[in-house]
């Protein structure tokens, strides 16, 4: 069983710049694809960016290209999301969620994921 911890959220003005950490209890945590989605008030959660077990490759979505980056250190067991040129579009709920490596490139099939964070919320003002 793998817990999954969100932090480094909280209120930023727009074109600022967050950083966020999904930090894990298992030393297993290395050999799982982490995936950061995002839940904005009154939608669905949806796809941010994913970064396979080693770190070797990384994906996101067309929204967050060129802004956000993701990476890990799996000797600290953490994944990070570096969110720069933060728009108010970005203010949402976000979340990093586990999965086995074996489910190839459909990172935004939620079902796919066993394990979830509880979440950290992310406000952009205007």
């Known amino acids: 069983q793998v817990q999954l911890v969100e932090s480094g959220g909280g209120l930023v003005q727009a074109g600022g710049s967050l950083r966020l950490s999904c930090a894990a209890s298992?030393?297993?945590?290395?050999?799982?694809?982490i995936t950061w989605f995002r839940q904005a008030p009154g939608k669905e959660r949806e796809f941010v960016t994913a970064?396979?077990?080693?770190?070797?490759?990384?994906y996101s979505a067309d929204s967050v290209k060129g802004r956000f980056t993701i990476s890990r250190d799996n000797a600290k067991n953490t994944v990070y999301l570096q969110m720069n040129s933060l728009k108010p579009e970005d203010t949402a709920v976000y979340y990093c969620?586990?999965?086995?490596?074996?489910?190839?490139?459909?990172?935004?099939?939620?079902?796919?994921?066993?394990?979830w964070g509880q979440g950290t919320q992310v406000t952009v003002s205007s």
């Open positions: 970064i396979t077990w080693s770190g070797s490759s990384t």
């Open positions: 969620a586990a999965r086995a490596p074996k489910y190839g490139s459909s990172w935004s099939s939620q079902i796919t994921y066993a394990y």
């Open positions: 298992d030393r297993t945590f290395g050999e799982y694809d």
